[in-house]
């Protein structure tokens, strides 16, 4: 999940509300079905033909047929699939079962599961936490799925390996039942438990205690939460909160993470004192707080917003209140927080398969390292790469034809697949 969704909650508002949705949506359209794979030949995308799923190729050739309710990609050789769901857009059902198939379209676990919540409207606060899962997916040989009373965490053999979480204290073992579950990232599983989110190990032992707001998986060793006071804080995977002198924005990508200065309850006019700086995992400063807004580092660069406008003035302080930004323009630096491509781009997201998605008005292309448009800008929407495919969302210029269409693109800059 992006970590921009923990900016919205601070207000509670029916406007920031509407916007942790959309974020919602995005984040499982881009990156909920991502893959985690060690075998590059199972690139396989989820596709959505009519009202169904099928499986196509990196060549956009369809290898699996149109047959599932829903699908999400495939991660360690099984993708979930639903059958007999109630599909309604893009959303994923709240009805049918879930079951897992290889890359032959052939069942290795039935359908069994419980389609978990998902993000339609309405819902209100306390259903929040239940629509913010992440699993479905194999990870580790672990994957998340629920049953009618609660997640549980099954193997590839389709056993229940982690069947609640549990704490110990004085030699009694206490169980809980998991009502919301995300993938297990470097040993650790974000868990809502009731009462927030924790993290559990492999076992199901709860190793930090579910008292947070948001679940964000560790990434290289770190994790960037909000606590129920709506305060920012970096732990480790034992739970100690370190980086405390500074208010760290972003989890590290290639071992580097922005930060602001951890001023204390003031209220200034200063903007200088909301700019962005760079650190890495060891706490050591690389660039000085400078930037607008920064992004997160891929193929060596980091996008980055410079020469905006900050509008209010709240007050800053260890809580995640955070200001309105208007103008600017964003471009990429290397780690030594020097421009390698200028700043003249209306949004940028970070690279990924080295290829980054830039925003020049209101239509979004593709750029390589060096700067050459490998796709010029025509995008409605553009997502990550994932591998050698990313999904975008077609506005093509001078027809209607395949208006708003979602279609898969590689990094040749083809177009290999409409909906």
């Given at each position: 999940?992006?970590?921009?969704?923990?900016?919205?909650?601070?207000?509670?508002?029916?406007?920031?509300?509407?916007?942790?949705?959309?974020?919602?949506?995005?984040?499982?359209?881009?990156?909920?079905?991502?893959?985690?794979?060690?075998?590059?030949?199972?690139?396989?995308?989820?596709?959505?033909?009519?009202?169904?799923?099928?499986?196509?190729?990196?060549?956009?050739?369809?290898?699996?047929?149109?047959?599932?309710?829903?699908?999400?990609?495939?991660?360690?050789?099984?993708?979930?699939?639903?059958?007999?769901?109630?599909?309604?857009?893009?959303?994923?059902?709240?009805?049918?079962?879930?079951?897992?198939?290889?890359?032959?379209?052939?069942?290795?676990?039935?359908?069994?599961?419980?389609?978990?919540?998902?993000?339609?409207?309405?819902?209100?606060?306390?259903?929040?936490?239940?629509?913010?899962?992440?699993?479905?997916?194999?990870?580790?040989?672990?994957?998340?799925?629920?049953?009618?009373?609660?997640?549980?965490?099954?193997?590839?053999?389709?056993?229940?390996?982690?069947?609640?979480?549990?704490?110990?204290?004085?030699?009694?073992?206490?169980?809980?039942?998991?009502?919301?579950?995300?993938?297990?990232?470097?040993?650790?599983a974000a868990v809502y438990l009731g009462d927030g989110w924790g993290y559990i190990d492999k076992t199901g032992k709860i190793v930090i205690e579910p008292k947070y707001l948001f679940p964000i998986d560790f990434r290289q060793g770190f994790a960037v939460l909000m606590t129920k006071k709506e305060e920012r804080v970096c732990i480790d995977r034992d739970g100690h909160r370190v980086f405390s002198q500074y208010r760290i924005e972003t989890n590290f990508h290639e071992s580097i993470s922005s930060f602001k200065e951890g001023f204390k309850g003031e209220r200034t006019f200063d903007s200088d004192k909301y700019r962005l700086g760079m650190m890495n995992r060891q706490g050591h400063i690389l660039v000085q707080a400078q930037f607008d807004e920064v992004g997160f580092f891929g193929n060596g660069l980091c996008p980055v917003l410079v020469g905006s406008e900050k509008s209010g003035t709240p007050t800053y302080s260890d809580l995640a209140n955070t200001q309105d930004i208007e103008g600017g323009k964003w471009g990429y630096v290397n780690t030594n927080g020097f421009f390698q491509i200028n700043p003249v781009y209306d949004w940028a997201k970070g690279f990924r398969s080295g290829l980054a998605a830039v925003k020049t008005g209101h239509v979004w292309g593709y750029i390589n390292t060096s700067q050459q448009a490998v796709f010029p800008p025509q995008f409605k929407f553009a997502g990550f790469f994932d591998g050698p495919v990313a999904i975008v969302r077609l506005r093509p210029e001078g027809q209607d034809t395949y208006e708003n269409r979602f279609a898969y693109i590689n990094t040749d800059g083809e177009i290999i697949w409409i909906e």
């Amino acid at each position: 999940m992006n970590y921009s969704l923990l900016n919205y909650w601070a207000g509670k508002t029916k406007k920031i509300l509407s916007n942790l949705v959309l974020l919602i949506a995005i984040a499982c359209l881009t990156s909920c079905g991502s893959k985690i794979e060690a075998d590059p030949d199972e690139h396989l995308y989820a596709v959505k033909q009519g009202k169904y799923y099928g499986f196509i190729d990196p060549h956009g050739q369809m290898v699996v047929s149109p047959q599932f309710a829903y699908a999400f990609n495939f991660s360690e050789g099984l993708a979930a699939v639903n059958i007999g769901g109630t599909t309604s857009g893009r959303d994923v059902p709240t009805d049918g079962k879930w079951g897992f198939i290889n890359p032959k379209g052939q069942f290795i676990i039935n359908p069994f599961y419980y389609s978990p919540e998902n993000g339609a409207l309405p819902y209100d606060l306390e259903r929040l936490p239940l629509v913010m899962h992440d699993g479905y997916r194999f990870v580790d040989s672990l994957a998340a799925v629920r049953l009618e009373e609660g997640w549980v965490y099954i193997n590839t053999e389709n056993q229940i390996a982690i069947p609640k979480a549990y704490s110990e204290k004085d030699g009694k073992r206490t169980h809980y039942i998991i009502q919301s579950a995300r993938t297990f990232r470097e040993g650790r599983a974000a868990v809502y438990l009731g009462d927030g989110w924790g993290y559990i190990d492999k076992t199901g032992k709860i190793v930090i205690e579910p008292k947070y707001l948001f679940p964000i998986d560790f990434r290289q060793g770190f994790a960037v939460l909000m606590t129920k006071k709506e305060e920012r804080v970096c732990i480790d995977r034992d739970g100690h909160r370190v980086f405390s002198q500074y208010r760290i924005e972003t989890n590290f990508h290639e071992s580097i993470s922005s930060f602001k200065e951890g001023f204390k309850g003031e209220r200034t006019f200063d903007s200088d004192k909301y700019r962005l700086g760079m650190m890495n995992r060891q706490g050591h400063i690389l660039v000085q707080a400078q930037f607008d807004e920064v992004g997160f580092f891929g193929n060596g660069l980091c996008p980055v917003l410079v020469g905006s406008e900050k509008s209010g003035t709240p007050t800053y302080s260890d809580l995640a209140n955070t200001q309105d930004i208007e103008g600017g323009k964003w471009g990429y630096v290397n780690t030594n927080g020097f421009f390698q491509i200028n700043p003249v781009y209306d949004w940028a997201k970070g690279f990924r398969s080295g290829l980054a998605a830039v925003k020049t008005g209101h239509v979004w292309g593709y750029i390589n390292t060096s700067q050459q448009a490998v796709f010029p800008p025509q995008f409605k929407f553009a997502g990550f790469f994932d591998g050698p495919v990313a999904i975008v969302r077609l506005r093509p210029e001078g027809q209607d034809t395949y208006e708003n269409r979602f279609a898969y693109i590689n990094t040749d800059g083809e177009i290999i697949w409409i909906e």
